[in-house]
């Protein structure tokens, strides 16, 4: 799909600085002369606006870590040194805070127009397994930096998920003391993750230099979801794609500085501005919102059988983002886009609503009420991937799909001949 | 491309190669380089575990049970842990012996919940079994602990009662050194 660059150097220096290395051929065939689907709309702006909340994460984590103590005694007062001395710091902290809500939005719309449009089938699928590890890669970082601040969340969100370990069996508690670096939570626990918090986003721009890497063999999927079959079908990256990426970037950026300046704690728990007590649980432990439909997933396991509840909520946790890592071998339609899907659109709305429930039931106290609401949200989860996912592509009658991408944006006017356009909608 | 023997001529770039010699080297490097790897690899792990420092103010404490009424529960700190000291009532005493057992998570008898001839003292780890919380005195239905995070309750006697708790709050390793004294660790 990148072809051959048709980057032509123009001054003495480039020709000679490419000739030696050729970066501005592949930033030209990757980033300018790129062929893009002519009618990719707004939901494919978040893979950029994702690359931008990392370079801005990185960026902002790097100047508050030049203010911040990672030592049990002094986290939480350097915190709040950074709110109250550091000039600029309390803007520097509210947009790295509201940055990881803000980065885990555009993920998980990312994700879900992925799942909606079926960007994850052939010939994408490892480029939605990269996806789906930078998405683990980004819980287990948003998951560390939130102990960093020390405060009574910080703390015990740290021992709840790090007890998760122990319910693997025989060298569970082990693992934990390792991870602990103690006999429970503590300065060893900060140092380490502080270690690992500044560490893992440069490894998750790695992978995401292999996610983009993909994304430019494959092509990008498009609302139609059918392969761009000429060059009609596509509109060069610079300017088309650039303008739509930054123009839908500004409006997100909006949103997220609304947030930053005007509401900068409404994401975030209140008992997080008090200081780690190891002695007191907070009444109500909730982690951040990104987390709370895999909370609720954790809570709402039964003992099975010889399954202790504990060991299966950690199973089913983990098992909910595993059935992502298969859905490009779980669905068996042909057809990628739900809008020539007219069963697997509703199923997958409802998917949506089922994930939207499960992340309120995880907000919500322990009553039975609400655990048997997690019950059936979770079995549904599951019955999405594991039976309805399977059996639509078997079961399900598609829309004609359209010839080709250009006939889909601009009518029968540039139609190509009907034979020269596949069906894949007809099976076998 | 044959192995083992001496090759004349063979693929491109592999003329007059000595394949034993080459399969020696080979398997000698492999096997070096995974001794070193290893080697590497252990002391980066080793490092995780809790250090000197730690463990040294990990050193057992002895506990004074004489201010503890009947019906309260202490808190003490032992290994960074909250250790629960509680003094029984004689009602829970009765009541931790006649419930039946059959339907508990994780059965125990009450004998084995406290030391022989000391049945008012209980000595627990004040850590939910389940993901780590501290539990919540005296709350929940059953009178032991309620654990705030996930709901788990406890009875008097430290026994899980209602998950998803899968086990009883652990007991440390403790030693009465007279009626009044405990000495934990």
Known sequence: MSGQSTYVPKSAFAKWFEARLPLGGLIHSSFIAYPTPRNLNYMWTFGGILSFMLVAQILTGIVLAMHYTPESTMAFNSVEHIMRDVPSGWLLRYLHSNGASFFFAAAYIHTFRGLYYGSYKAPRELLWLLGVVILLLLMATAFMGYVLPWGQMSFWGATVITNLFSAIPIIGNTIVAYLWGGYAVGNPTLNRFYSLHYLLPFVIAGVVALHVWALHVAGQNNPAGIDVKSSKDTVAFTPYATVKDAFGLLVFLIVYCWFVFYVPNILGDSDNYITANPLQTPAHIVPEWYFLPFYAILRAMPDIFFIPAKLAGVITMFGAILLLALAPWLDTSRVRSAKFRPLYRQFFWVLVIASLGLGYIGSKEVTPGYTTVGRILTAYYYLHFLVIMPLLGLIETPKKLPNSISESVLGGATAMPAAAAAAPERKG | ?185
């Open chain 2, 1 to 185: 491309m044959a192995t083992g023997a001496v090759t004349a001529g063979g693929a491109e770039g592999h003329e007059g190669v000595d394949q034993g010699k080459r399969d020696f080297l080979y398997i000698a490097t492999a096997a070096m380089g995974a001794v070193g790897a290893v080697g590497a690899v252990l002391p980066l792990i080793n490092e995780l575990a809790p250090d000197a420092q730690t463990i040294a103010a990990g050193a057992p404490i002895e506990v004074d049970l004489a201010p503890i009424a009947e019906g309260q529960i202490m808190h003490v700190v032992w290994r960074s842990k909250p250790i629960f000291v509680r003094h029984l009532t004689a009602k829970e005493i009765a009541e931790g012996k006649s419930v039946p057992r059959d339907a508990m998570i994780d059965p125990a008898p009450e004998t084995a919940r406290v030391k022989a001839g000391h049945d008012q003292w209980l000595v627990v780890i004040g850590i939910c079994t389940h993901l780590g919380c501290i539990p919540l005195d005296k709350e929940g239905p059953f009178g032991g602990w309620k654990c705030p995070c996930h709901g788990s309750q406890y009875d008097p006697l430290g026994r899980v009662r209602r998950g998803p708790a899968p086990a009883n709050l652990a007991i440390p390793p403790y030693a009465f050194l007279n009626d009044t004294k405990i000495r934990i660790g």
